[in-house]
């Protein structure tokens, strides 16, 4: 009888600027009043906020071992949130595209990264602990806490 093979494993696949452990990112209670969401792991928080004047704030903590940590801060217009998100409908042809070779799809400078559905904000970068960005893995879950902040559903 002929050895057995295993069975194959399924490998996630992550672009190499995306932190694995955004995966374990988890959506907090929501505050209607604040329009305020959040998502948090062991060692990161995410706070999304929506802004009186119609733009999106991001903030975020990264917290690792001895003390160490970095926050962050960034300004969204409507449009560079929803497509940071995705969660407009995009073109077949933009889904194909790719940045400067990196497996980045849509980016800003200095204000988002992403390629499907992997984001970084607010740029790319090892994808490692060490990172100062904070990767977001944006499951359907994410996807519609996040639209929820929006002020009509985009087109």
């Known amino acids: ?78 449009k560079q949130f929803v497509d940071a998100f995705g969660l407009a409908e995009e073109p077949r042809e933009q889904k194909q595209r790719k940045i400067n070779g990196s497996g980045g799809r849509f980016s800003v400078e200095g204000v988002y990264y992403r390629y499907t559905d992997y984001l970084n904000i607010p740029h790319g970068g090892s994808g490692t602990d060490t990172d100062i960005n904070a990767s977001i893995h944006l499951t359907k879950d994410i996807k519609d806490a996040v639209r929820s902040l929006l002020p009509a559903v985009p087109k």
């Open 1 to 78: 009888m002929p050895p057995t093979k295993e069975p194959h494993k399924m490998r996630v696949s992550y672009p190499n600027w995306f932190n694995k452990n955004a995966a374990k990112l988890v959506l907090q209670f929501f505050d209607p009043k604040s329009k305020t969401r959040a998502l948090a792991c062991p060692g990161v928080w995410v706070r999304i906020l929506r802004c009186e004047n119609g733009a999106f704030q991001v903030d975020w903590q990264i917290m690792r071992g001895q003390g160490w940590r970095v926050n962050g801060s960034v300004l969204f217009t409507e």
